[in-house]
């Protein structure tokens, strides 16, 4: 406390120079006292609202200190004027007043403080000059230059009035030391000073806000509506229920007739009902509310009771068992129960169904119609099943005509596209349905659709050829090579695992080894007649093919010139051979279907194809490799007919090298390019189209053009001098040459791009990246993704439109609140 | 074999009563609504136009005063009592809800009334003359004319202790009576009717109405305001800012500081209670503390400010007009640029008045326009203006910010909205839905070329479009000029200059 005070009466005895505006117009009303007041009052002031404690105590300190002193200057001014209690009115009003402003305060009350320090020291000599008057700080009054002022003489009179001023004593004696005193300042200067660190002061204080005032310039909506508006509920609804209409007020009245009104009263009818039902009977019969199993209300005698609870107890046993029995069948997973046990529901069912046919003959019948429709649909639906007693019998017999064997490979074909369906919507749960059906194991099925395998690709052959008889292009012999390979192939899987399949088995079938035994001896067999056929067969069809071809040729190919001198059947062989061969070694030939990028649907127009397949006879290579693989990855009933241009392309290389090439040498990419390779005159075309889209674009032609208009501005007709050629203007004068334009597709040899303006394009074109937004892609981003309700939730569409400002019509918005400026806490701002 | 078929619950898609919303399904998968940007574009180009058709600011007009009105106030604790000021030394209180006078006095003061403004307490309003005097008048109106015309219209409803009322209660009655305010906007009712006055001028015989307290001062007031909270009020006069308690003769502060300004403007700082700032004629912007009894810092602009406004909601900022018609926006901690220039008016700026959100001010005009601008951009909002609207002297928002009343040379007060297309009236749900999405949609492609130029098209008095054109050709021809000098001098020694650089001449401490 003791520093506060000093500056404090540092700061008194600086008021006695320094002239108020508001001292000055008080002294002119009160002249008397006014020099001591008016500081006083000052002093109070400047520290109005700012520390009231402060305030508080230094005036009663004052009053301890020096009422003895100056007790009657107090007491006169108690009770002077109107104008004086006004001023304790004002000064009362200021303390009350500004208690919030508080701390804010007391930084710049410091600062002003200190302010007063720096200046004690110069305001010293006046300070002192009182003293030598009377012992008084406050008065002012002037001194002679000729007295020498000492601090003794100045402290001397103290020592005798009181020991309280010791303190004060003590303390200048610290000042003592100090020797020299310099002029005052001007006040302009001071002021300056203190308006200065005020301004900080002040600045700093109003930075407080900022965290508010940057959270709302930043918030997306601000908020102003009314923040505890009370919420209806049902309850609320209930309390501040009052009839309006009669009809309400009946209501009302009859319900507070019937107590439902009274809460309490419910809640203890409730009770007694409760009770009177825990009594078993003794209460009143009509409340059905309370009727339950054992049926209480009803008037039991104590022996009937207890057989229905004997009764119910049973049954409940009962259908627990039940449950029990039933829980653990289903648990069951044996195969062979369930084949009992179907036997066994079938027989009680057919049991069950004399006795009805007995009984009742016309339910009996019914039931046999729907029986009978629903075998019916059965029937319908398992025709693709191949496990009607049809076609099991004619599998067993194991020698299928050709037609039968359509008819079954048909119902399988559409077995296998219904499953095909089935797994794609419900997963794979029927295989494991049809194999139980069948009741087979894996090897067994297995072992059958090999066999199926072995068989149809007999039966295939025979077909096809039929086929190949009615097609000409078919008899080629390069084609009949591919389908033989492919088919061979096949055989050859299916032979080896029907080998594996029965070596797996051992010797406990012997039976069943025997016959597949035979069975493959005999195919064995078989192949070789057939192939051998097949040989025969061919080499007349390849020669008949080629000479067709070559008949339809019309070019002059060198090597098939070549090739007609050569004798056909020659010829023929050869192609055969080197097919053969083909045949001997599948890897080489066949390379990998899957990886083939052209691989056929095998599922073409034959016709379509036919045509296509002379256009391109002297075609690219491209299109024999497709043909090629087209053969390779086809069924037999269907083959690309571009494939004959191989055949003769092969033929020209002399043999069957330039086809290996095209299969094995060509990487993928290569095949891609040479499948997408543009002609060459499009590439020119191309260029020539760039160049005249770049000279319309281009600025500086309509300059030269400009410049080079003959017979411009001189005239014509018979005998007229021939212009004077143009002088040639100085470089000086001359226009700027207009540069060629840079384009975008410059540096693109394969891309144009227009760069004309698109007028229609530009109303939806931003000249620049609007302000807010620092980049393109911010600004893009800003505006993806639509609002509204068509695209958006609800929810989401409320929160992306609410407004920036949300207010309730004739709601008074006030102005930030005083718990808004935080100083360091970081609590929420409130309004 | 399983199939799967459309079902609906149908209880879930019965209503119980016809009240009951019904159950809309929809499919929110964007291939069934493709094109979404190019509908929402042409929704929001769709919306820009319906904006500007529905665009109609005007209110209602307030006649009355015979000469021309020189300052106003609006109720800061309430929405209908609204005070203005005439040249004449008339003064009047209206009551915005039925837009009638409910009290005037002709000969409030002899000469212009300056200033004017309400009490902390919301029961008294003060004014301020040329004839030194600062005279505290009693707001009751109640008992008066206008208020007994609704007494009978709503239910014998008591309203009229209600502004002496502290400014926490009869929140409840101030939405009816907005409701109200909206019923007759809708209704559009002529405001022409004679407005039936206060008991002071009901007939010559009544006497004049007299004021609770008067001031008498040396020198004439030019500005006044109140203290938002105590009981002190500040004017402006010829030499000094002072600074007086309403229970005081005389005033307990008088701020005469850097020279014998003669100041024009005081306003009090709403938030931050203790700050005070004055415009004086010598061009400057001065702040004051009244907590420590010392000024802070004055400016010096290039032309006079005639008018000042805190920023309610940023305590710092405050708003001057400017004489040069540019507004100028400052922050007290850095006066020595303002944070920005709001320009668009083509006269010199007489009034502004913050809407109490602090995001937008209006500012009335010589030029006999009001420009409503956003606290942070450079051009104006909007501007209002009618053929018969002269001079703007004072303009005004309400408490709610809704609307903006201005005063002008034509001794007439105007009520506008603030915002041109609000629609008055109780808006439904689905009507405030689709205008939600209409302004999120109109902010969202509001860079767009098309929809910029829809929204900123804007019809003005060919005055204001000959001053606009003659304006754009001296800047550029200022421009050009500043472009040849920096273009002939060495390089680097001349620099274009910054608007806002330029504005400050000079600080003070």
Known sequence: ?831 | MKIKALSRNVEKHTRETSGDIKVVSRNLDPKYKPMERAREYTRAVQAAKLQKVFAKPFVAALEGHMDAVSCSAASRGHLCPFMSGGVDGEVRVWDLASRKAVWSCKTAHSGWVKGVCIGSDGGSFFTAGLDKTVKQWKLGVGEIGGREEKKGKKKGKVKGKRYEDDDSEGESSEEEEEEEEEQRGMKSTSSAEAPSLGYGNNSNMAPAPTPINSWLFDNAFKSMDHHWKEEFFATASDESVEVWSEHRSNPIQSYKLWGNDSCNVVRYNPAERGLLAHCSSDRGIGLHDTRGGTGLKKTVLRMRSNCLEWNPMEPMNFVVGNEDHNCYSFDMRKLDQPTMIHKGHVGAVLSIGWSSTGREFVSGSYDRSIRIFQSRAGTSRDCYYTKRMQRVFCVNYTADARFVISGSDDTNLRIWKAKSNDKIGQTKIREEKSMNYKNKLLKKFSHMPEIRNIVKQNNLPKFIKKQNNMKMVQKEGAKRKEGNVIKHSKKGSVEWSKEREKTVVRKMD
């Open chain 1, 1 to 831: 406390m003791a520093p506060r005070k000093t500056s404090k009466k540092a700061m008194k005895t600086k008021q006695s120079s320094r002239k108020s505006p508001l001292s000055k117009s008080r002294s002119t009303s009160e002249p008397d006292w006014g020099s001591i007041k008016t500081a006083d009052e000052y002093n109070d002031r400047v520290l109005e609202g700012v520390d009231d404690e402060e305030v508080d105590s230094d005036i009663d300190c004052f009053d301890s200190e020096d009422e003895l002193m100056y007790g009657s200057l107090f007491t006169s001014r108690g009770g002077d004027s109107d104008d004086d209690e006004g001023d304790s009115d004002d000064s009362d009003a200021s303390d009350d007043s500004d208690d919030e402003d508080e701390e804010e305060e007391e930084d710049m009350l410091d600062m002003l403080a200190a302010l007063d320090k720096k200046t004690n020291s110069h305001r010293k000599e006046e300070a002192t000059s009182h003293a030598t008057l009377k012992p008084s700080e406050f008065s002012s009054t002037t001194t002679t230059a000729s007295e020498k002022l000492t601090m003794d003489s100045l402290l001397n009179p103290l020592a005798s009035t009181s020991s309280n001023f010791a303190s004060i004593r003590s303390s200048m004696q610290s000042l003592d030391s100090t020797k020299t005193t310099h002029a005052l300042q001007s006040t302009v200067v001071t002021d300056r000073a203190s308006r200065k660190l005020a301004y900080e002061a002040s600045s700093k204080d109003v930075s407080n806000w900022m965290e508010t005032v940057k959270a709302n310039r930043e918030a997306e909506t601000l908020d102003f509506r009314p923040k505890n508006r009370a919420k209806v509920t049902t309850n609320s609804l209930v309390n501040k229920f009052t009839p309006d209409n009669d009809f309400e007020r009946q209501i009302q009245e009859a319900l507070e007739g019937a107590g439902a009104s009274d809460e309490r009263k419910m809640v203890e009818a409730e009770e007694a009902l409760a009770a009177g039902n825990v009594k078993g009977g003794g209460g009143d019969d009509d409340d059905a509310d309370f009727d339950d199993d054992l049926g209480s209300n009803t008037n039991l005698t104590l022996e009937e009771f207890k057989k229905r609870h004997g009764q119910l107890a049973k049954m409940r046993s009962l259908l627990f068992y039940e449950e029990r029995k039933r829980h653990q069948i289903n648990k069951i997973k044996s195969k062979k129960y369930r084949k009992i046990r179907k036997k066994q529901n079938e027989r009680e069912a057919g049991k069950e169904m004399e006795l009805l046919r007995s009984s009742d003959p016309e339910l009996a019948r019914e039931l046999d119609e729907q029986e009978a429709t629903k075998r019916m649909k059965e029937r319908m639906t398992l025709a693709h099943k191949n496990t009607s007693k049809w076609a099991r019998q004619q599998l067993r017999r194991g020698n299928i005509d050709t037609d039968t064997r359509k008819a079954l490979s048909k119902q399988v074909a559409i077995g296998d596209k219904l499953r095909a369906k089935q797994m794609g919507e419900g997963g794979g749960e029927d295989d494991g349905d049809s194999s139980g059906e069948e009741g087979e194991d894996e090897d067994e099925r297995l072992k059958r659709k090999a066999r199926e395998v072995l068989e149809g690709v007999e039966g295939d052959d025979e077909r096809d050829e039929r086929e190949n008889h009615k097609s000409g292009l078919f008899k080629l012999a390069f084609m009949q090579k591919g389908i033989e390979t492919q088919r061979e192939k096949a055989k050859r899987e299916a032979m080896e695992l029907l080998e594996e399949l029965e070596r797996g088995e051992g010797g406990g079938d012997e039976g069943g080894e025997d016959y597949d035994d035979e069975e493959d001896e005999e195919e064995e067999e078989e192949e070789e007649e057939e192939g051998e056929k097949r040989k025969g067969e061919r080499t007349t069809i390849v020669g008949e093919g080629i000479e067709i071809d070559l008949d339809d040729d019309d070019d002059d190919d060198e090597n098939i010139d070549k090739n007609d001198s050569d004798e056909n059947d020659d010829a023929g062989k050869k192609v055969a051979g080197s097919m053969k061969r083909k045949a001997a070694e599948p890897k080489d030939g066949g390379f990998d279907i899957a990886s083939n990028p052209w691989m056929g649907d095998g599922k073409a127009d034959k016709k379509g194809k036919k045509k296509k397949g002379k256009k391109e006879v002297d075609g690219s290579i491209v299109d024999l490799d497709k043909g090629i693989s087209m053969i390779v990855g086809d069924d037999s009933d269907s083959v690309d007919m571009t494939a004959q241009g191989h055949g003769s392309d092969s033929d020209s290389d002399g043999g069957d090298e330039g086809g290996k090439r095209g299969l094995e040498k060509l990487s993928q990419s290569e095949l891609v390019e040479r499948a997408f390779a543009a002609p060459a005159d499009m590439e020119d075309e191309f260029k020539k189209e760039k160049q005249a889209m770049i000279e319309k674009d281009d600025p500086s032609r309509k300059a030269a053009e400009d410049d080079n208009v003959q017979g411009w501005g001189s005239w014509t007709g018979a005998g007229v001098r021939k212009p004077k050629k143009r002088k040639k203007l100085s470089k000086k004068l001359e226009a700027p040459k207009v540069k060629k334009a840079k384009r975008a597709d410059d540096k693109l040899p394969t891309v144009i791009i227009n760069e004309k303006r698109m007028k229609k394009m530009s109303k939806f074109k931003v000249a620049s990246v609007p302000y807010p937004f620092t980049s393109a892609e911010q600004y893009e981003r800003s505006m993806a993704g639509p609002v509204g309700a068509d695209w958006q939730t609800t929810q989401t569409v409320i929160n992306m439109t609410r407004p920036e400002i949300l207010k309730k019509a004739g709601r008074i918005i006030n102005p930030i609140g005083k718990m808004a400026k935080k100083k360091n806490d970081k609590r929420k701002a409130r309004f």
